[in-house]
């Protein structure tokens, strides 16, 4: 899977699927789904590293995640790897031009990724995206509900108002024309998610944003009800916590005390001197 297959699969009417992974195993579940393309999503500051936000996550942080990501896809589906995209984390790209193009090309440099995802269409983000993208850097852009931005914007839907929905209009255009492959759009109207997927040639990936884009993305853990709450508008498919939680409780239980205390090595008689402990 390259960049230009998404548009080949948009072309062909055929929907375009993609999941978050943030390691080996969770890569190779979404790859053995069968994805068109794999996320190391930034949503992994909060999903696996327990922040209350994607900003503290670092740039070596994400290059080690996508790293451990490429090795289970490459393990998975040797044949034909979905396409793998690492998010450009908080700050990575918002420090000058040059900075930005300097932290994607290390996650083309660093790891199997192929391209990058960055949020945004400030005209200073627009202008590091016609950079990256001059240099052979493939860029998916981001729109609406921008978790980055949520000590301004919060979680809530984006583009509600007719002047928010003319600006979401011009700045996912620009996008388009600054060379983005695609564009992910987060918590807008459905109808205008809808709109978008007609009128833009680039892949329009939803999440929040309803039936109508050319594509859907989701973080896996919120589909597979693994993280603690998931938002109203990614529904789990199942209730993998509480599962997990019962099967692995099941077995703690199943592990009594007669068989723990069969198990115990009785200490031996004369131990090997331990280090001075301190006093
Ligand atoms: O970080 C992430 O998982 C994302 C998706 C929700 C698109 O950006
Ligand atoms: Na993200």
Redesign the pocket.
């Known amino acids: 899977m390259r960049p230009a297959d998404l548009t080949r699969r948009k072309q062909a009417g055929l929907p375009i699927t993609?999941l978050?992974a943030w390691d080996a195993l969770s890569a190779a579940v979404v790859a053995g789904a069968g994805v068109d393309a794999v996320?190391?999503?930034?949503?992994?500051?909060m999903?696996v590293l327990g922040h209350a936000t994607?900003l503290p996550v670092t740039l070596e942080e994400m290059l080690h995640h996508c790293r451990a990501a490429g090795r289970g896809l490459a393990a998975a589906a040797p044949q034909d790897p979905p396409l793998l995209i690492c998010?450009l984390p908080f700050l990575s790209y918002q420090c000058g031009a040059d900075a930005a193009v300097a932290a994607a090309g290390r996650v083309l440099k660093e790891t199997p990724a192929v391209a990058v995802?960055l949020?945004g269409a400030e005209p200073e983000t627009l202008a590091v995206i016609d950079r990256m993208v001059r240099s052979g850097i493939p860029v998916m852009g981001?729109l609406g509900l921008t978790?980055q931005s949520v000590h301004q914007l919060g979680y809530r839907r984006q583009a509600g108002d007719p002047v928010s929905q003319e600006r979401l209009r011009r700045r996912a255009l620009a996008l388009q024309e600054t060379g983005c492959f695609a564009l992910?759009l987060?918590h807008v109207p459905a109808e205008l998610a809808t709109e978008l997927s007609a009128s833009l040639a680039v892949p329009v990936?939803g999440?929040g944003a309803g039936d109508g884009c050319d594509g859907q993305?989701?973080?896996t853990a919120d589909l597979l009800g693994l993280t603690a709450r998931q938002p109203p508008f990614?529904p789990p498919l199942l209730q993998g916590r509480s599962l997990a939680v019962d099967v692995l409780g099941r077995w703690v239980r199943e592990q009594g005390p007669g068989t723990a205390g069969a198990k115990a090595v009785p200490a031996p008689a004369t131990r090997p001197a331990s280090p001075a402990a301190p006093h």
């Open positions: 993609v978050t996320l190391v999503g930034d949503s992994l500051a999903v994607t998010d995802k949020e981001h978790p992910v987060e990936i999440i993305v989701r973080v990614s």
